[in-house]
């Protein structure tokens, strides 16, 4: 009789090929809001603009998505752990107040902090 992991491997695997593996992959394709809305509301969308509010708990992480053209303003600032398509990641401690401006990119937030971080994000529209 297959172990209990064993058997959820193999599941897990026939499911992914029986779907065409829709995963992390696909998920990097999708804006922040579409991959994780548990995390990120849209405030406003318009032909121009995507403003987006992301809130992390601690140990809190979002799925990996991407951005077009950003400013990110940190109404809650923290200890940030920022992983990049291919396993690449940084920490950043951002504190309470920071904006900062990114080209469009693909990536995945951790909060590795303490506390709560509240971003809100506007985003260009291509």
Do not use: C
């Amino acid at each position: 009789m297959l172990s209990t992991n064993l058997r959820n491997l193999f599941f897990g695997a026939a499911f992914l090929a029986a779907t065409g593996g829709a995963t992390a992959e696909s998920q990097a394709d999708q804006a922040a809001h579409v991959a994780s809305p548990e995390y990120y509301s849209v405030l406003k969308e318009n032909e121009h603009v995507l403003v987006l509010k992301m809130v992390l708990q601690p140990g809190e992480s979002d799925a990996m998505h991407r951005h077009h053209n950003e400013t990110v303003y940190f109404q809650k600032g923290g200890q940030l752990t920022i992983t990049q398509p291919g396993g690449e990641s940084f920490q950043a401690n951002v504190p309470d107040g920071h904006v900062m401006w990114h080209e469009s990119w693909t990536h995945q937030v951790t909060n590795s902090g303490k506390s709560e971080v509240v971003a809100i994000i506007v985003e260009d529209k291509p």
